[in-house]
Protein backbone atom coordinates (compact mmCIF):
# COMPACT_ATOMS: atom_id res chain seq x y z
CA UNK A 1 0.00 0.00 0.00
CA UNK A 2 1.56 3.29 -1.05
CA UNK A 3 1.87 6.71 1.41
CA UNK A 4 -0.59 8.17 -0.94
CA UNK A 5 -3.88 5.22 -1.11
CA UNK A 6 -5.75 6.86 1.98
CA UNK A 7 -5.88 10.61 0.45
CA UNK A 8 -6.57 8.67 -3.37
CA UNK A 9 -9.69 6.94 -1.83
CA UNK A 10 -10.48 10.15 0.05
CA UNK A 11 -10.62 12.63 -2.81
CA UNK A 12 -12.39 9.90 -5.32
CA UNK A 13 -15.50 10.49 -2.23
CA UNK A 14 -18.26 12.96 -3.09
CA UNK A 15 -18.67 16.27 -1.18
CA UNK A 16 -21.59 14.30 0.53
CA UNK A 17 -19.85 11.00 1.29
CA UNK A 18 -17.15 13.13 3.06
CA UNK A 19 -19.92 15.23 4.87
CA UNK A 20 -21.24 11.70 5.76
CA UNK A 21 -17.56 10.20 7.28
CA UNK A 22 -17.16 13.61 9.13
CA UNK A 23 -20.78 13.02 11.16
CA UNK A 24 -20.02 9.37 11.36
CA UNK A 25 -16.73 9.91 13.05
CA UNK A 26 -18.37 12.44 15.27
CA UNK A 27 -21.31 10.27 16.13
CA UNK A 28 -18.75 7.37 17.16
CA UNK A 29 -17.76 9.40 20.31
CA UNK A 30 -21.43 9.75 21.18
CA UNK A 31 -22.12 5.99 20.59
CA UNK A 32 -19.24 5.40 22.79
CA UNK A 33 -20.62 7.03 25.28
CA UNK A 34 -23.72 5.78 25.19
CA UNK A 35 -22.84 2.55 25.33
CA UNK A 36 -20.24 3.20 28.46
CA UNK A 37 -23.82 4.95 30.12
CA UNK A 38 -25.69 1.62 29.34
CA UNK A 39 -22.43 -0.48 30.48
CA UNK A 40 -22.51 1.26 33.45
CA UNK A 41 -26.35 0.90 34.20
CA UNK A 42 -25.86 -3.05 33.36
CA UNK A 43 -24.01 -4.04 36.66
CA UNK A 44 -26.02 -1.93 38.73
CA UNK A 45 -29.39 -3.33 37.94
CA UNK A 46 -27.80 -7.05 38.04
CA UNK A 47 -26.56 -6.22 41.96
CA UNK A 48 -30.23 -4.80 42.82
CA UNK A 49 -31.42 -7.78 40.90
CA UNK A 50 -29.32 -10.10 42.70
CA UNK A 51 -30.58 -8.35 46.17
CA UNK A 52 -33.89 -9.11 45.51
CA UNK A 53 -33.50 -12.51 44.52
CA UNK A 54 -31.39 -12.79 48.33
CA UNK A 55 -34.08 -11.09 49.86
CA UNK A 56 -36.97 -13.82 47.99
CA UNK A 57 -34.28 -16.58 50.11
CA UNK A 58 -34.59 -15.03 53.41
CA UNK A 59 -38.21 -14.98 53.36
CA UNK A 60 -38.95 -18.64 54.32
CA UNK A 61 -35.44 -18.93 55.83
CA UNK A 62 -36.74 -16.74 58.53
CA UNK A 63 -40.03 -18.14 58.88
CA UNK A 64 -38.60 -21.21 59.08
CA UNK A 65 -36.36 -19.56 62.18
CA UNK A 66 -39.27 -17.84 63.75
CA UNK A 67 -41.08 -21.53 63.75
CA UNK A 68 -37.82 -22.94 65.47
CA UNK A 69 -37.72 -20.57 67.92
CA UNK A 70 -41.68 -21.00 68.62
CA UNK A 71 -40.86 -24.62 68.84
CA UNK A 72 -37.81 -24.30 71.27
CA UNK A 73 -40.18 -22.00 74.02
CA UNK A 74 -42.87 -24.48 73.60
CA UNK A 75 -40.38 -27.43 74.68
CA UNK A 76 -38.89 -25.01 77.63
CA UNK A 77 -42.69 -24.57 79.00
CA UNK A 78 -43.53 -28.04 78.15
CA UNK A 79 -44.21 -29.49 81.71
CA UNK A 80 -45.94 -33.22 80.48
CA UNK A 81 -43.00 -34.35 78.53
CA UNK A 82 -44.84 -35.13 75.06
CA UNK A 83 -45.20 -31.69 73.71
CA UNK A 84 -45.83 -33.35 70.30
CA UNK A 85 -49.31 -31.40 69.89
CA UNK A 86 -48.16 -27.82 70.73
CA UNK A 87 -45.46 -28.60 68.33
CA UNK A 88 -47.62 -29.44 65.49
CA UNK A 89 -48.33 -25.90 64.33
CA UNK A 90 -44.41 -24.41 64.65
CA UNK A 91 -43.08 -27.77 62.98
CA UNK A 92 -45.62 -27.52 59.88
CA UNK A 93 -44.26 -23.45 59.58
CA UNK A 94 -40.98 -24.85 59.53
CA UNK A 95 -41.31 -27.89 57.03
CA UNK A 96 -43.26 -25.84 54.93
CA UNK A 97 -41.11 -23.04 54.26
CA UNK A 98 -38.52 -25.46 54.16
CA UNK A 99 -40.06 -26.59 51.52
CA UNK A 100 -40.39 -23.32 49.59
CA UNK A 101 -36.86 -22.10 50.88
CA UNK A 102 -35.76 -25.55 48.91
CA UNK A 103 -37.67 -24.87 46.18
CA UNK A 104 -36.99 -21.27 45.67
CA UNK A 105 -32.84 -22.17 46.28
CA UNK A 106 -33.45 -24.21 42.84
CA UNK A 107 -33.69 -21.26 41.07
CA UNK A 108 -31.61 -18.66 42.72
CA UNK A 109 -28.88 -21.00 44.30
CA UNK A 110 -26.18 -20.68 41.38
CA UNK A 111 -26.49 -16.74 41.83
CA UNK A 112 -26.23 -16.44 45.64
CA UNK A 113 -24.01 -19.45 45.96
CA UNK A 114 -26.52 -21.92 48.31
CA UNK A 115 -26.38 -24.72 46.26
CA UNK A 116 -24.11 -27.62 47.44
CA UNK A 117 -21.94 -26.70 44.86
CA UNK A 118 -21.83 -23.29 46.05
CA UNK A 119 -21.88 -23.31 49.90
CA UNK A 120 -19.05 -26.45 49.31
CA UNK A 121 -16.63 -23.97 47.49
CA UNK A 122 -17.25 -21.62 50.32
CA UNK A 123 -16.59 -24.31 52.93
CA UNK A 124 -19.90 -24.33 54.60
CA UNK A 125 -21.18 -27.54 53.17
CA UNK A 126 -23.28 -27.77 56.95
CA UNK A 127 -25.95 -25.25 55.62
CA UNK A 128 -27.00 -27.01 52.68
CA UNK A 129 -30.57 -27.48 52.14
CA UNK A 130 -29.95 -31.20 52.29
CA UNK A 131 -27.93 -31.13 55.48
CA UNK A 132 -31.07 -28.31 56.92
CA UNK A 133 -33.79 -31.21 55.93
CA UNK A 134 -31.62 -34.28 57.22
CA UNK A 135 -31.26 -32.03 60.50
CA UNK A 136 -35.07 -31.32 60.47
CA UNK A 137 -36.01 -35.11 59.61
CA UNK A 138 -34.28 -35.90 63.09
CA UNK A 139 -35.60 -33.17 65.18
CA UNK A 140 -39.15 -34.51 64.29
CA UNK A 141 -38.42 -38.22 64.94
CA UNK A 142 -37.11 -37.22 68.12
CA UNK A 143 -40.04 -35.05 69.06
CA UNK A 144 -42.33 -38.02 69.94
CA UNK A 145 -39.98 -39.59 71.73
CA UNK A 146 -39.26 -37.24 74.79
CA UNK A 147 -39.93 -38.58 77.70
CA UNK A 148 -37.04 -37.37 80.11
CA UNK A 149 -35.92 -34.10 80.86
CA UNK A 150 -32.32 -35.10 79.31
CA UNK A 151 -33.92 -35.97 76.45
CA UNK A 152 -36.33 -32.88 76.48
CA UNK A 153 -32.67 -30.43 76.74
CA UNK A 154 -31.07 -33.09 74.37
CA UNK A 155 -34.25 -31.33 71.91
CA UNK A 156 -33.82 -28.00 72.79
CA UNK A 157 -30.44 -27.88 71.89
CA UNK A 158 -31.40 -29.72 68.70
CA UNK A 159 -33.91 -27.21 67.61
CA UNK A 160 -30.90 -24.08 68.84
CA UNK A 161 -28.59 -25.73 66.74
CA UNK A 162 -30.35 -25.72 63.63
CA UNK A 163 -31.74 -22.22 64.76
CA UNK A 164 -28.17 -21.63 64.22
CA UNK A 165 -27.61 -22.81 61.16
CA UNK A 166 -30.63 -20.75 59.44
CA UNK A 167 -29.46 -18.08 61.12
CA UNK A 168 -26.40 -18.58 59.18
CA UNK A 169 -27.30 -19.00 56.27
CA UNK A 170 -29.50 -15.94 56.92
CA UNK A 171 -26.31 -13.88 57.32
CA UNK A 172 -24.93 -16.02 54.15
CA UNK A 173 -27.70 -15.12 51.80
CA UNK A 174 -26.84 -11.69 52.63
CA UNK A 175 -23.08 -11.25 51.95
CA UNK A 176 -23.40 -13.50 48.85
CA UNK A 177 -26.43 -11.32 47.54
CA UNK A 178 -24.97 -8.31 48.42
CA UNK A 179 -27.61 -6.92 50.67
CA UNK A 180 -24.92 -6.12 53.36
CA UNK A 181 -23.58 -3.66 51.09
CA UNK A 182 -26.47 -2.45 49.74
CA UNK A 183 -25.30 1.17 48.16
CA UNK A 184 -28.90 3.37 48.98
CA UNK A 185 -28.92 4.72 52.40
CA UNK A 186 -32.69 4.11 52.73
CA UNK A 187 -32.51 0.49 52.14
CA UNK A 188 -29.02 -0.24 53.80
CA UNK A 189 -30.81 0.86 56.65
CA UNK A 190 -33.98 -1.81 56.39
CA UNK A 191 -31.36 -4.36 55.51
CA UNK A 192 -29.86 -3.40 58.59
CA UNK A 193 -33.07 -4.31 60.53
CA UNK A 194 -33.84 -7.48 58.38
CA UNK A 195 -30.76 -9.22 57.87
CA UNK A 196 -29.02 -8.26 61.00
CA UNK A 197 -30.83 -6.75 63.88
CA UNK A 198 -33.91 -9.21 63.55
CA UNK A 199 -32.57 -12.77 63.73
CA UNK A 200 -30.50 -11.62 66.82
CA UNK A 201 -33.70 -10.36 68.09
CA UNK A 202 -35.39 -13.57 67.32
CA UNK A 203 -32.62 -15.13 69.77
CA UNK A 204 -33.06 -12.74 72.81
CA UNK A 205 -36.95 -13.30 72.91
CA UNK A 206 -35.98 -17.25 72.91
CA UNK A 207 -33.52 -16.88 75.18
CA UNK A 208 -35.39 -14.38 77.95
CA UNK A 209 -38.79 -16.65 77.37
CA UNK A 210 -36.45 -19.71 78.45
CA UNK A 211 -34.34 -18.07 81.24
CA UNK A 212 -38.22 -16.30 82.17
CA UNK A 213 -39.51 -19.94 82.57
CA UNK A 214 -36.97 -21.36 84.77
CA UNK A 215 -37.46 -18.11 87.01
CA UNK A 216 -41.25 -18.38 87.17
CA UNK A 217 -41.24 -22.19 87.93
CA UNK A 218 -38.50 -21.74 90.53
CA UNK A 219 -35.62 -23.52 88.63
CA UNK A 220 -34.07 -20.31 88.17
CA UNK A 221 -30.43 -19.47 89.70
CA UNK A 222 -28.63 -15.85 90.51
CA UNK A 223 -26.95 -16.82 87.05
CA UNK A 224 -30.61 -16.92 85.31
CA UNK A 225 -31.36 -13.60 86.78
CA UNK A 226 -28.55 -11.95 85.66
CA UNK A 227 -28.55 -13.41 82.01
CA UNK A 228 -32.43 -12.27 81.93
CA UNK A 229 -31.21 -9.05 82.80
CA UNK A 230 -28.41 -9.06 79.98
CA UNK A 231 -30.41 -10.46 77.51
CA UNK A 232 -33.87 -7.88 78.19
CA UNK A 233 -30.61 -5.45 77.98
CA UNK A 234 -29.87 -6.58 74.43
CA UNK A 235 -33.40 -6.88 73.21
CA UNK A 236 -34.37 -3.48 74.50
CA UNK A 237 -31.02 -2.35 72.92
CA UNK A 238 -32.21 -3.47 69.80
CA UNK A 239 -35.92 -2.54 69.80
CA UNK A 240 -33.75 1.08 69.91
CA UNK A 241 -31.41 0.56 67.00
CA UNK A 242 -34.26 -0.66 64.89
CA UNK A 243 -36.10 2.43 65.80
CA UNK A 244 -33.39 4.86 64.77
CA UNK A 245 -32.46 2.42 61.37
CA UNK A 246 -36.27 3.01 60.66
CA UNK A 247 -35.78 6.53 61.26
CA UNK A 248 -32.72 7.11 58.63
CA UNK A 249 -34.87 4.56 56.36
CA UNK A 250 -37.39 7.39 56.44
CA UNK A 251 -35.47 10.08 55.94
CA UNK A 252 -33.01 8.72 52.78
CA UNK A 253 -36.20 7.42 51.24
CA UNK A 254 -36.97 10.26 49.13
CA UNK A 255 -33.62 10.99 48.03
CA UNK A 256 -32.65 7.64 46.43
CA UNK A 257 -34.86 6.93 43.45
CA UNK A 258 -38.04 8.47 44.99
CA UNK A 259 -40.08 7.79 47.28
CA UNK A 260 -41.66 4.52 48.29
CA UNK A 261 -45.69 5.54 48.93
CA UNK A 262 -45.63 2.41 51.39
CA UNK A 263 -42.03 2.77 52.95
CA UNK A 264 -43.21 4.76 56.08
CA UNK A 265 -46.88 4.08 56.70
CA UNK A 266 -46.42 0.20 56.72
CA UNK A 267 -43.34 -0.24 58.53
CA UNK A 268 -44.12 2.61 61.08
CA UNK A 269 -47.68 1.03 61.96
CA UNK A 270 -45.61 -2.26 62.22
CA UNK A 271 -42.61 -1.47 64.31
CA UNK A 272 -45.20 0.79 66.54
CA UNK A 273 -47.04 -2.99 67.32
CA UNK A 274 -43.69 -4.64 67.66
CA UNK A 275 -42.24 -1.82 70.54
CA UNK A 276 -45.60 -1.74 71.96
CA UNK A 277 -45.38 -5.60 72.40
CA UNK A 278 -41.32 -6.04 73.22
CA UNK A 279 -42.38 -2.87 75.57
CA UNK A 280 -45.06 -4.87 77.50
CA UNK A 281 -42.46 -7.98 77.48
CA UNK A 282 -39.76 -6.00 78.74
CA UNK A 283 -41.88 -4.63 81.39
CA UNK A 284 -42.74 -8.34 82.60
CA UNK A 285 -39.34 -9.39 82.46
CA UNK A 286 -38.05 -6.95 84.86
CA UNK A 287 -41.12 -7.38 87.83
CA UNK A 288 -39.69 -11.46 87.74
CA UNK A 289 -36.47 -9.83 89.05
CA UNK A 290 -38.52 -8.33 92.12
CA UNK A 291 -41.03 -11.03 92.28
CA UNK A 292 -40.88 -14.23 90.25
CA UNK A 293 -44.48 -15.51 91.67
CA UNK A 294 -45.72 -13.17 90.42
CA UNK A 295 -46.12 -13.93 86.49
CA UNK A 296 -47.23 -17.45 85.38
CA UNK A 297 -45.34 -19.68 83.01
CA UNK A 298 -48.15 -19.12 80.73
CA UNK A 299 -48.73 -15.80 80.74
CA UNK A 300 -44.58 -15.53 80.41
CA UNK A 301 -44.78 -18.06 77.10
CA UNK A 302 -47.93 -16.33 75.78
CA UNK A 303 -46.21 -12.72 76.09
CA UNK A 304 -42.97 -14.39 74.09
CA UNK A 305 -45.10 -15.76 71.45
CA UNK A 306 -46.78 -12.29 70.70
CA UNK A 307 -43.69 -10.78 70.67
CA UNK A 308 -42.42 -13.61 68.40
CA UNK A 309 -45.41 -12.77 66.33
CA UNK A 310 -45.23 -8.86 66.32
CA UNK A 311 -41.90 -9.28 65.50
CA UNK A 312 -42.46 -12.15 62.49
CA UNK A 313 -44.79 -9.46 61.64
CA UNK A 314 -42.44 -6.47 61.54
CA UNK A 315 -39.87 -8.36 59.42
CA UNK A 316 -42.44 -9.28 56.66
CA UNK A 317 -43.40 -5.93 56.20
CA UNK A 318 -39.66 -4.59 56.26
CA UNK A 319 -38.79 -7.49 53.59
CA UNK A 320 -41.75 -6.68 51.39
CA UNK A 321 -40.74 -2.65 51.70
CA UNK A 322 -36.98 -3.43 50.98
CA UNK A 323 -38.36 -5.20 47.78
CA UNK A 324 -40.70 -2.28 47.00
CA UNK A 325 -37.14 -0.38 47.05
CA UNK A 326 -35.10 -2.65 45.59
CA UNK A 327 -38.08 -2.68 42.51
CA UNK A 328 -38.33 0.92 42.53
CA UNK A 329 -34.04 1.20 42.03
CA UNK A 330 -33.99 -1.28 39.12
CA UNK A 331 -36.71 0.52 37.61
CA UNK A 332 -35.02 3.50 38.07
CA UNK A 333 -31.70 2.41 36.68
CA UNK A 334 -33.47 0.66 33.62
CA UNK A 335 -35.32 4.15 32.71
CA UNK A 336 -31.96 5.78 33.03
CA UNK A 337 -30.79 3.53 30.60
CA UNK A 338 -32.86 3.84 28.19
CA UNK A 339 -32.81 7.60 28.12
CA UNK A 340 -29.26 7.63 27.94
CA UNK A 341 -29.75 5.05 24.90
CA UNK A 342 -32.90 7.68 23.47
CA UNK A 343 -31.43 10.52 23.91
CA UNK A 344 -27.87 9.38 22.48
CA UNK A 345 -30.22 8.16 19.49
CA UNK A 346 -31.55 11.87 19.17
CA UNK A 347 -28.19 13.52 19.35
CA UNK A 348 -26.91 10.80 16.32
CA UNK A 349 -30.08 11.24 14.71
CA UNK A 350 -30.24 15.42 14.87
CA UNK A 351 -26.71 15.32 14.06
CA UNK A 352 -27.15 13.37 10.74
CA UNK A 353 -29.90 15.75 9.67
CA UNK A 354 -28.18 18.88 10.25
CA UNK A 355 -25.76 17.23 8.66
CA UNK A 356 -27.65 16.37 5.53
CA UNK A 357 -29.20 20.27 5.69
CA UNK A 358 -25.74 21.59 5.89
CA UNK A 359 -24.27 19.02 2.89
CA UNK A 360 -27.20 19.91 0.58
CA UNK A 361 -26.79 23.69 0.78
CA UNK A 362 -22.58 22.78 0.20
CA UNK A 363 -23.36 20.62 -2.99
CA UNK A 364 -26.61 22.31 -4.36
CA UNK A 365 -24.18 25.39 -5.62
CA UNK A 366 -21.77 22.68 -6.64
CA UNK A 367 -24.18 20.89 -8.29
CA UNK A 368 -25.74 23.99 -10.25
CA UNK A 369 -21.45 24.98 -11.19
CA UNK A 370 -21.20 21.95 -12.59
CA UNK A 371 -24.72 21.59 -14.41
CA UNK A 372 -23.25 25.20 -16.00
CA UNK A 373 -19.83 23.79 -16.81
CA UNK A 374 -20.49 20.53 -19.08
CA UNK A 375 -22.76 22.14 -21.53
CA UNK A 376 -21.26 25.47 -20.96
CA UNK A 377 -17.95 23.34 -21.93
CA UNK A 378 -19.80 21.85 -25.42
CA UNK A 379 -21.52 25.25 -26.02
CA UNK A 380 -18.22 26.99 -26.01
CA UNK A 381 -16.22 24.31 -28.35
CA UNK A 382 -18.79 24.40 -30.73
CA UNK A 383 -19.03 28.59 -31.07
CA UNK A 384 -14.98 28.34 -31.53
CA UNK A 385 -16.16 25.82 -34.37
CA UNK A 386 -19.20 28.34 -35.77
CA UNK A 387 -17.43 31.30 -35.56
CA UNK A 388 -13.99 29.59 -37.19
CA UNK A 389 -16.21 28.56 -39.67
CA UNK A 390 -17.97 31.78 -40.09
CA UNK A 391 -14.62 33.87 -40.53
CA UNK A 392 -13.54 31.38 -43.71
CA UNK A 393 -17.42 31.57 -45.33
CA UNK A 394 -18.21 34.00 -48.13
CA UNK A 395 -21.64 34.47 -46.78
CA UNK A 396 -21.58 34.75 -42.71
CA UNK A 397 -25.56 33.97 -41.74
CA UNK A 398 -25.96 37.53 -39.25
CA UNK A 399 -28.88 35.55 -37.26
CA UNK A 400 -25.88 32.71 -36.31
CA UNK A 401 -23.95 34.96 -34.97
CA UNK A 402 -26.37 36.47 -32.87
CA UNK A 403 -28.00 33.19 -31.16
CA UNK A 404 -24.06 32.08 -30.31
CA UNK A 405 -23.62 35.49 -28.85
CA UNK A 406 -27.07 35.40 -26.97
CA UNK A 407 -26.13 31.44 -25.57
CA UNK A 408 -22.40 33.09 -25.13
CA UNK A 409 -24.07 35.79 -22.78
CA UNK A 410 -26.58 33.42 -20.93
CA UNK A 411 -23.98 31.03 -20.48
CA UNK A 412 -21.59 33.63 -18.68
CA UNK A 413 -24.65 35.07 -16.62
CA UNK A 414 -25.16 31.79 -15.65
CA UNK A 415 -21.33 30.76 -14.74
CA UNK A 416 -21.54 33.93 -12.73
CA UNK A 417 -24.15 33.54 -10.69
CA UNK A 418 -23.42 29.90 -9.79
CA UNK A 419 -19.45 31.52 -9.30
CA UNK A 420 -21.31 34.15 -6.49
CA UNK A 421 -23.85 31.54 -5.23
CA UNK A 422 -19.92 29.34 -4.44
CA UNK A 423 -18.29 32.36 -3.19
CA UNK A 424 -20.96 33.11 -0.78
CA UNK A 425 -20.43 29.32 0.61
CA UNK A 426 -16.77 29.23 0.51
CA UNK A 427 -16.31 32.65 1.78
CA UNK A 428 -19.24 33.94 2.96
CA UNK A 429 -21.43 37.04 1.99
CA UNK A 430 -19.31 39.77 2.20
CA UNK A 431 -16.79 38.43 -0.40
CA UNK A 432 -19.55 37.38 -2.32
CA UNK A 433 -20.74 40.92 -2.64
CA UNK A 434 -17.12 42.38 -3.34
CA UNK A 435 -17.07 39.57 -6.08
CA UNK A 436 -20.24 41.14 -7.23
CA UNK A 437 -19.02 44.85 -7.20
CA UNK A 438 -15.82 43.83 -9.07
CA UNK A 439 -18.11 42.25 -11.88
CA UNK A 440 -20.39 45.19 -11.93
CA UNK A 441 -17.23 47.46 -12.60
CA UNK A 442 -15.67 44.98 -14.85
CA UNK A 443 -18.90 45.30 -16.92
CA UNK A 444 -19.42 49.02 -16.23
CA UNK A 445 -16.19 49.98 -18.08
CA UNK B 1 -49.88 24.46 -19.83
CA UNK B 2 -47.33 23.60 -22.08
CA UNK B 3 -48.78 22.86 -25.48
CA UNK B 4 -48.22 19.64 -27.45
CA UNK B 5 -45.64 21.29 -29.83
CA UNK B 6 -43.91 22.71 -26.79
CA UNK B 7 -43.87 19.09 -25.12
CA UNK B 8 -42.82 17.20 -28.15
CA UNK B 9 -39.93 19.98 -29.58
CA UNK B 10 -38.70 19.34 -26.17
CA UNK B 11 -38.86 15.67 -26.15
CA UNK B 12 -36.88 15.81 -29.03
CA UNK B 13 -33.85 18.13 -27.95
CA UNK B 14 -33.88 16.42 -24.33
CA UNK B 15 -32.21 13.18 -26.41
CA UNK B 16 -29.47 15.17 -27.37
CA UNK B 17 -28.94 18.19 -24.16
CA UNK B 18 -29.65 17.54 -20.75
CA UNK B 19 -32.80 18.43 -19.98
CA UNK B 20 -32.64 21.40 -17.48
CA UNK B 21 -30.41 23.31 -19.84
CA UNK B 22 -32.95 22.04 -23.03
CA UNK B 23 -35.96 24.45 -21.09
CA UNK B 24 -33.33 26.81 -20.18
CA UNK B 25 -32.49 27.39 -24.16
CA UNK B 26 -35.75 27.00 -25.17
CA UNK B 27 -37.49 29.33 -23.15
CA UNK B 28 -34.89 32.11 -23.83
CA UNK B 29 -35.49 31.17 -27.61
CA UNK B 30 -39.14 31.23 -27.47
CA UNK B 31 -38.44 34.66 -25.94
CA UNK B 32 -36.92 36.03 -28.56
CA UNK B 33 -39.58 34.45 -31.12
CA UNK B 34 -42.04 36.71 -28.76
CA UNK B 35 -43.44 33.09 -27.91
CA UNK B 36 -44.59 30.82 -24.88
CA UNK B 37 -44.74 27.43 -24.01
CA UNK B 38 -48.21 27.21 -23.90
CA UNK B 39 -49.13 29.58 -27.04
CA UNK B 40 -46.21 27.91 -29.37
CA UNK B 41 -47.49 25.69 -32.33
CA UNK B 42 -46.44 23.60 -35.41
CA UNK B 43 -46.28 26.35 -37.17
CA UNK B 44 -44.46 28.41 -35.20
CA UNK B 45 -41.71 25.63 -35.17
CA UNK B 46 -41.19 25.19 -38.58
CA UNK B 47 -40.64 28.94 -38.64
CA UNK B 48 -37.88 29.10 -36.41
CA UNK B 49 -36.78 25.63 -36.75
CA UNK B 50 -33.33 27.18 -38.42
CA UNK B 51 -33.31 28.72 -34.83
CA UNK B 52 -33.67 26.31 -32.82
CA UNK B 53 -31.50 23.91 -34.66
CA UNK B 54 -28.88 26.33 -34.61
CA UNK B 55 -29.14 27.26 -30.60
CA UNK B 56 -29.39 23.54 -29.33
CA UNK B 57 -26.91 22.10 -31.36
CA UNK B 58 -24.34 24.81 -29.70
CA UNK B 59 -25.06 22.31 -26.97
CA UNK B 60 -24.19 18.65 -29.06
CA UNK B 61 -20.52 18.57 -29.04
CA UNK B 62 -20.51 15.37 -31.67
CA UNK B 63 -21.09 16.96 -35.36
CA UNK B 64 -22.97 13.60 -36.37
CA UNK B 65 -25.44 14.27 -33.87
CA UNK B 66 -25.56 17.88 -34.19
CA UNK B 67 -26.59 17.17 -38.14
CA UNK B 68 -28.83 14.61 -36.65
CA UNK B 69 -30.85 16.81 -34.43
CA UNK B 70 -31.13 19.41 -37.03
CA UNK B 71 -32.56 17.14 -39.82
CA UNK B 72 -35.19 15.97 -36.96
CA UNK B 73 -35.95 19.24 -35.98
CA UNK B 74 -36.31 20.28 -39.78
CA UNK B 75 -38.72 17.30 -39.81
CA UNK B 76 -41.04 17.87 -36.98
Same mark, same amino acid.
Given at each position: ?15 ? @? ?7 ? =? ?45 ? &? ?25 ? @? ?27 ? =? ?6 ? #? ?26 ? #? ?14 ? %? ?34 V ?45 ? !? ?15 ? &?????? #?? !?????TQTSAATLAA ?39 ? =???? *? ?20 ? !? ?9 ? !? ?48 ? *? ?15 | ?7 ? %? ?41 ? =? ?21 ? *??
Open positions: MTPESPSVDTNRSSVS @TKIFLIVAI =FSLPIGVLAYLLAANYTPQIASAQLELAGNSLQKPLMRMLYGLSSSK &NILEGCDSGNCATELSTPATVVSSNLE @TASALNVQVGSDLNTSNEGLAKKNRKDLS =FDSLQSDW #KALQANSSKVSTPAERAELIAGYDRLAT #KVKQLVSYTGDSSSLI %LDPDLDSYYLVDVTLLAMPETVSHVANTAAIGNRITGAGSAVDQAMLSNESGLLEASINRIAASNGTTFDADAANHGLSPT !LQPKLSAALQTYRAAVT &NYLSTL #KS !LGVNPQAAGVQKASLDYWETGANELDTLLNMRVSDFESGRIQALG =FSAL *AVVLATIVAFLIGRSITKPLQE !LVRNLGPGATL !LGVSVERIAEASQSQTPSPEESQIICEELNAHAENMRKAVLELARHVEGS *AAASRLANQDAGQAHS | MPSPAYNS %LLNLVSVYVDSKKAVEVLTRQLTACSLTADTIGPADIKANATR =FATSFSLYVADSGKRDELKTKLA *AL
